[in-house]
């Protein structure tokens, strides 16, 4: 059950978690885990690569004959043995990107909003007459003080896509508190979901979140 904060910090009430993140979660943590290897697999750029042997520049002549020398035979100084010379199987460019369907995606991103309201780490803020100016408001608001946002828990702050201006103050107030990360709605993802000890919604993102997961709700038995 979520706690409705105001911008003072002051507790105003115990809000109703939403019936459609009132699921089991049990048997979707396979559906969470490919969502997330598939966001973490999507950012790799697949940009490394070595040269081969066919490719490394010199090494056309024979660097010694075949026999007589006492040493082994030698065909390239861009043999793969010696220093300089081309790589075996080094790695070439290549995608990484995988591919996983909306409605599993969706339903992945369900279950793990699921795990994070049954284990108590959404927090609803009011913002209602909301205006941070510094980033010491922002850090005593979610840490209770100043000091506190150095030891305190991992926290994602959600606002709406239409609060952009919000949004600006969040991402601008947050900018040096390391354990804070700033996001908007459309932009959440699963592993920001279940990477963060924490997740602050304002009170339109978690309005919407309700919304856009109302269709789940006949689920959630």
Avoid at 104 to 119: G, V
Avoid at 142 to 154: I, K, M, Q, V
Avoid at 195 to 204: D, E, K, M, N, V
């Amino acid at each position: 059950m979520p706690t409705v904060i105001d911008p003072s910090g002051k507790t105003l009430r115990d809000e109703a978690t939403p019936a459609a993140f009132t699921g089991p979660v049990e048997g979707k943590r396979n559906a969470m885990f490919r969502a997330v290897f598939r966001e973490l697999s999507n950012r790799r750029a697949g940009t490394a690569s070595t040269l081969r042997r066919d490719e490394v520049r010199g090494g056309g002549r024979k660097p010694w004959r075949q026999k007589g020398t006492g040493r082994a035979r030698q065909g390239s100084i861009r043999s793969p043995q010696w220093t300089h010379g081309g790589v075996v199987f080094g790695p070439k460019p290549k995608s990484f990107a995988v591919s996983l369907n909306k409605k599993e995606r969706r339903a992945a991103m369900h279950a793990a909003l699921c795990d994070r309201f049954q284990n108590d780490c959404i927090t609803v803020l009011a913002t209602d007459g909301l205006a941070l100016k510094k980033t010491s408001e922002l850090a005593k608001l979610l840490f209770g003080s100043a000091h506190g946002a150095n030891a305190g828990d991992r926290t994602l702050l959600v606002y709406a896509p239409n609060e952009s201006e919000l949004g600006v103050s969040f991402e601008r107030t947050a900018r040096n508190l390391k354990r804070v990360a700033v996001t908007h709605l459309a932009a959440l993802d699963v592993k920001d979901v279940l990477g963060y000890g924490r997740l602050w919604l304002t009170s339109a993102a978690f309005q919407e979140l309700g919304a856009n997961f109302a269709d789940m709700a006949k689920h959630a038995s």
